[in-house]
């Protein structure tokens, strides 16, 4: 794909996955424009003050709540990378319509501002917490996929497309369990919720690889997942701090012991390739299937889960991982 004509505006630009979005897309694609869209003028500024300066970049102040606002800044876009949520779960389960308001409305609004502005592409960032939600932030995010699959369907004669990727826990991303434990390590102690807990893990820039390769892929009403490793809990703490003791504190509200990207349910739609997998739409659709034929189907009683993983990182492996926030929270 050639994106040097093309205009791309990011939701949620300020937050860990648009910078390092924005920062690989200029440095890499060389788009004709690229916009940060985004609540919040402070953090706005501490981009540009971190270098975030380029004859292609723009700022615009917004809110996904309001879709007044993002039919303005639509205006000419090509594509549109949906990163912005509330994704604390605690902050969601104490104010749930807070929750709703962004991740469902604000992700019902940026449909309806791409749809009137003839938004080529769209492509939604969600969470394993999406699959079987058992707190309001999974519960929100799984809201957002459907409405995000489904309004392929209101697309009618329009060139619109939608599409979601899901992932695992991003390493070092704003409300990681990375920072928290680098913060720990300094008094000696560590707490951890359940000795048993496993999660998925990816870095950032492969979840923003991830993303571009799938923006130029989707056809629309897939669910792009990829093929990551996972890790103990228990591990990350040992690799962060080894000689650190060790406290368990008891699992949190809204908390799992593991995490599933692909259910049982989903299982029957689900197209295998060699680093991903492609969830298409259950609903008859007249796009979103052109996958059959470009992987391999999968049993129907496939359940792709972090502690059933056939990839895991060991404590070598998490401290390679974590080694450019170590180096940063020491400075």
């Known amino acids: 794909m050639d994106w040097k004509d093309k205009v791309i505006l990011v939701t949620g630009g300020t937050g860990s996955f648009?910078?390092?979005?924005?920062?690989?897309?200029?440095k890499e694609f060389h788009p004709g424009k690229l916009i940060v869209y985004s609540r919040d003028e402070q953090k706005q500024h501490e981009m540009r003050q971190m270098g975030y300066q380029h004859e292609n970049l723009r700022y615009f102040i917004g809110d996904i709540r309001d879709l007044e606002r993002l039919r303005r800044a639509f205006q000419g876009v090509d594509y549109v990378v949906h990163a912005a949520a509330l994704k604390q779960v605690p902050a969601c389960e104490y104010n749930p319509m807070e929750a709703v308001k962004t991740n469902i409305l604000g992700s019902s609004n940026v449909i309806d501002a791409a749809l009137d502005a003839?938004?080529?592409r769209v492509i939604a960032l969600s969470?394993?917490?999406?699959?079987?939600?058992?707190?309001?932030?999974?519960?929100t995010k799984l809201a957002a996929e459907k409405l995000f699959v489904q309004s392929n369907a209101y697309a009618g004669g329009r060139e619109t497309r939608f599409a979601c990727v899901r992932y695992g826990n991003v390493v070092g991303s704003r409300g990681s369990v990375v920072p928290v434990f680098l913060r720990q390590r300094k008094s000696g102690k560590i707490t951890i919720t359940d000795e048993r807990m496993t999660r998925f893990w990816i870095s950032l820039e492969q979840g923003v690889r991830f993303v571009i390769r799938c923006l130029e892929q989707m056809h629309g009403g897939e669910?792009?997942?990829?093929?990551?490793?996972?890790?103990?809990?228990?591990?990350l703490a040992k690799a962060v701090a080894p000689e650190a003791q060790i406290e368990i504190i008891g699992i949190r509200?809204?908390?799992?012991?593991?995490?599933?990207?692909?259910?049982?349910?989903?299982?029957?739609?689900?197209?295998?390739?060699?680093?991903?997998?492609?969830?298409?739409?259950?609903?008859?659709?007249?796009?979103?299937?052109?996958?059959?034929n470009k992987g391999k189907k999968i049993n129907d009683d496939f359940r792709y889960a972090s502690n059933t993983n056939t990839d895991w990182l060991d404590i070598r492996e998490i401290q390679d991982f974590i080694a450019p926030f170590e180096s940063s929270s020491e400075k």
């Open 18 to 26: 648009g910078k390092k979005f924005i920062e690989i897309m200029l």
């Open 118 to 120: 003839n938004v080529s």
């Open 127 to 139: 969470t394993d917490k999406a699959v079987n939600p058992i707190n309001l932030y999974g519960a």
């Open 223 to 235: 669910v792009f997942v990829p093929k990551i490793p996972s890790m103990k809990v228990i591990d």
């Open 253 to 292: 509200p809204g908390e799992k012991l593991h995490e599933v990207l692909i259910s049982e349910d989903e299982a029957r739609t689900v197209v295998e390739l060699d680093d991903m997998y492609v969830v298409q739409p259950a609903a008859a659709l007249w796009f979103g299937h052109e996958w059959e």
